[in-house]
């Protein structure tokens, strides 16, 4: 087990938009996560990241509680994110994107940049080599020198995930990534996906196309109105009475 | 020669140096996508300090100007570690009212001498003069004046620091720290989930500008052998984002060019002169209209940049040589 | 006595509130800082200085002309650095760096006309004192009170009973939405900086009147005040803006009777910076985070 959720809870001025999740990622998997709009997946991802503190409960990375982390000590000690909405560096090219990734596991300060010094100039010319494979990896290498904000929709969030690959975390959490994309890029994602996997990372998952989530994921965490109400592999899900009537039983939850 | 090298023109050009530093001093922050509207109160920090130690207490320049700059770094860590967890518009107010209390302060302080200003402040053309009378060259070179020739050297020390700058900045702008910046500047939240301590970044160009602005305000202070309250007002904090705003904050070429154009032409227009701030106010309204990227963006550098070396092949090339050198 | 310096003060303070509240007013709505809200506040003064010693009007009259300058002066602000920069996606600081030239332009205009040094209104306006007790009460400074009190009074109900007002507030709840629920925003927008240049300009009088000073840098030193008092009561808070108005008011005014007077300046901005220190959404703003959406 890498990541554990413990009775974890969210409110906004009184309303519970999460409350009381467990679950646990382990190393190597695909974790998704379904359920309806509204259901708080997005808000899970902003407590695991660092970018909200849960109200109530507790997230422990690798047996350390992260609560109270701050997002980039978080993403530095192995968890890294994509957003539903893409965030790139829209001014920066590819290339550079998936440089400012690899930050947190580089070391050159103010003095070596300015005097380039041997190090300095050693450690660009890793950042470089392995942002170009983190490009290549996500196929996406041709537009290496492209500004990130004139990319293709397609291609910007597969520069996304690059970006997080190249902080090179044990966990990655992708927000749905192929939303928006075409059936071929949709499977070309699948590949991404499975080859993350198979690297030795966790993916955990967020996507609405449950056709795509249940020939993916490894598991799947069902989330209504902020709870969790399932989880298993994806034919108990697909079986389970409780999944069922949120998805068909109630006109969108 | 004489005809060139008069006083008057030396002074404006030793203007348009300080200026570039003040320029580049709020291009750090923007760097960062952060708007500081206090290098006015950094720059009188730095030059009330280096005045206060060489008058009062008889510091050699050498010493004192760098110190004006690490008081101003000194003042910039109490309001930075506040104002960096600000955002946008709190911090361009957090700033522009820091730069207010300095001034009131200033004001009402003995040792500032208050409204009047410090006068007699040690010149440092007179110091590089008294150490070339020590080598010899007191009678001048070539048919230039001693004092032609230590103003000349105040020039030249000036654009040496300008110079370094805008090595520094350029340095920057392609090293790790430098990409972190431009990251937290495209958007700060994605830059801290990517692995960036943005907090730490922005405090850093903070001080990087407070330095910065405080040298200048030092050097100013030794080159016009006054300084007032007034010198530090409202105004000189505008006419600092000026420089900014007219040349493009984006790149470091931006702030130098318009530090350059807002001193030379009061200069050369006795209309600018005259109407000096409803024309900078002006500029301001229809830079925000019709160019807020300013007149130099990367855009226009990219431009030159394919026109001047047309044979710059393919844009992959043009880049890897723009990230190498 | 202390009472009479909460007395003194309130009244200093009920004139910041209404210059805060044209700056909170056009926070709410538009998410921008209008930094030449003090230049119209000094050309209200300017006005209202001009209509009671050339044209001999009295008091109201001249609050009225203020007004109506101030929300002339609003209408222009709007169209000319407002509004361009509203139609493309520009940086969020450009309308705060449009109106910073807006407000140099207006004070080195007045500079020009009316010249740099202070003037005064009429000794008829320096008023009679009311005494009551020890409390000393001049006819001016009711004057300031039940304008400014009357003022915040009305723009309350009327934010929140006319169909204007609560266009308004819709739009500062969200501007998208109010647009998609048939608000329309652009006539919002200009309605709201008119009346927060207008009221900025009844304040000019107001000041003027106070200090029986009018001079063309009064716009820079109550502006950066009003900004304090913004900060102090949450960006774009109506109550916050009332409450840290009065607030500074009584602050400064105790500042210069026990501590020392030539500091009065910096205390508003004293203030912020401590509060920012510990509650840098100001006292009566609410925290929010940003989330990943």
């Known amino acids: 087990m890498m990541l554990a959720l413990k009775q974890v809870g969210k409110n906004f001025g009184g309303l519970a938009a999460l409350a009381g999740i467990s679950f646990e990622v382990h190393g190597g998997e695909i974790l998704g996560i379904i359920g309806p709009n509204g259901a708080g997946k997005t808000t899970l991802f902003n407590l695991i990241t660092g970018v909200m503190s849960p109200s109530q409960g507790d997230i422990v990375f690798r047996e350390k509680s992260i609560v109270g982390t701050r997002p980039h000590q978080i993403t530095q000690l192995g968890i890294a994110r994509t957003f539903q909405n893409i965030r790139l560096f829209g001014n920066l090219s590819a290339l550079e994107n998936v440089m400012v990734g690899m930050h947190c596991r580089t070391q050159a300060g103010l003095w070596q940049g300015l005097w380039r010094t041997g190090k300095q100039r050693q450690e660009e010319a890793d950042i470089r080599e392995k942002a170009l494979a983190m490009l290549a990896l996500t196929g996406i290498a041709d537009v290496s020198q492209a500004l990130a904000g004139s990319l293709p929709y397609g291609k910007q969030r597969r520069l996304e995930i690059a970006r997080a690959l190249a902080a090179d975390p044990e966990i990655i959490l992708l927000d749905e990534p192929a939303a928006g994309m075409n059936e071929s890029e949709t499977d070309d994602l699948k590949q991404l996906v499975a080859r993350i996997r198979d690297l030795g990372k966790a993916v955990v998952l967020i996507e609405h196309d449950i056709q795509l989530m249940m020939t993916l994921c490894d598991r799947i965490v069902v989330l209504n109105f902020g709870q969790k109400i399932a989880e298993g592999d994806p034919a108990s899900i697909q079986a389970n009475p409780a999944v069922i009537e949120a998805y068909l039983g109630k006109e969108e939850g | 020669m004489d005809q060139w090298l008069n006083p008057y023109y030396l002074q404006i050009v030793m203007f348009m140096l300080i200026n570039a530093m003040l320029g580049i001093s709020i291009y750090f922050t923007l760097a960062t996508g952060q708007l500081s509207l206090g290098n006015a109160g950094f720059m009188s920090v730095g030059a009330y300090t280096s005045a206060l130690l060489s008058l009062k207490a008889g510091l050699p320049l050498y010493l004192s100007i760098p110190a004006g700059g690490v008081a101003a770094c000194v003042l910039a860590a109490v309001i930075g570690i506040p104002a960096t967890r600000l955002q946008g518009i709190y911090l361009a107010i957090a700033t522009l009212g820091f730069g207010e209390v300095v001034r009131v302060i200033i004001l009402n302080m003995k040792v500032t001498n208050g409204a009047l200003g410090l006068s007699g402040i040690p010149a440092l053309s007179v110091q590089i003069g008294k150490q070339l009378n020590s080598l010899g060259l007191g009678s001048g070179l070539g048919g230039i004046t001693v004092q032609q020739l230590s103003n000349l050297s105040v020039i030249g020390l000036l654009a040496l620091v300008v110079i370094f700058l805008v090595f520094f900045a350029l340095r920057l702008r392609h090293s790790r720290l430098g990409r972190a910046f431009a990251a937290i500047k495209d958007d700060e939240h994605a830059a801290e989930v990517t692995g960036v301590d943005t907090v730490r970044y922005k405090l850093l160009a903070f001080f990087m500008s407070a330095f910065v602005a405080g040298i200048a305000g030092a050097l100013a202070a030794h080159i016009t052998f006054y300084i007032g309250p007034k010198d530090f007002s409202y105004h000189r904090a505008v006419e600092i984002l000026l420089f900014a705003v007219l040349g493009g904050g984006n790149v470091i070429w931006g702030p130098l060019l318009g530090a350059g154009i807002l001193t030379l032409l009061p200069e050369l227009l006795r209309t600018v002169a005259d109407y000096r701030e409803m024309i900078y106010g002006g500029i301001l309204v229809i830079m925000m209209i019709f160019r807020p990227q300013g007149l130099i963006s990367e855009e226009t550098l990219r431009l030159w940049r394919s026109k001047l070396f047309p044979a710059a092949k393919t844009e992959q090339e043009a880049v890897a040589r723009r990230s190498a050198g | ?293």
């Open chain 3, 1 to 293: 006595m202390l009472l009479q310096q909460v007395v003194n003060g309130l009244t200093l303070g009920s004139t910041y509130a209404i210059i805060a509240l044209g700056y909170t007013l056009i926070f709410g709505v538009l998410n921008i800082v209008n930094m030449a809200h003090g230049e119209i506040f000094m050309i209200g003064a300017f006005v209202g200085l001009m209509l009671v010693t050339k044209l001999q009007t009295g008091i109201f009259t001249a609050l009225a002309g203020a007004m109506l300058t101030g929300a002339v002066l609003g209408y222009l602000l709007e169209r000319i650095a407002l509004r361009p920069l509203r139609r493309r996606e520009v940086s969020h600081l450009a309308p705060l760096i449009s109106t910073i030239g807006v407000s140099i332009f207006l004070e080195s205009l007045a500079l020009k006309i009316f010249g740099p040094q202070a003037q005064s209104f009429p000794p008829v306006f320096s008023g009679q004192l009311f005494e009551l007790g020890t409390l000393k009460i001049s006819i001016i400074q009711i004057v300031i009170l039940a304008v400014s009190f009357g003022l915040m009074i009305a723009l309350r109900f009327w934010l929140a009973k006319t169909k204007m007002g609560k266009s308004i507030r819709a739009t500062a709840e969200n501007l998208e939405t109010a647009g998609l629920l048939g608000v329309n925003t652009s006539q919002v927008i200009i309605v709201t900086v008119m009346l927060a240049s207008g009221l900025g300009s009844v304040a000019g009088v107001l000041v003027g009147l106070a200090f029986n000073a009018v001079e063309p840098t009064m716009g820079i030193t109550m502006g950066f005040k009003g900004l304090a008092v913004l900060i102090l009561g949450g960006l774009g808070n109506i109550t916050g803006a009332m409450v840290g108005g009065l607030l500074l008011g009584i602050a400064e005014v105790f500042s210069v009777a026990y501590g020392e007077s030539s500091y009065r300046e910096a205390v508003a901005f004293g203030l912020i910076i401590i509060l920012l220190f510990i509650r840098p959404q100001g006292l009566f703003g609410s925290g929010s985070a940003q989330g990943g959406r």
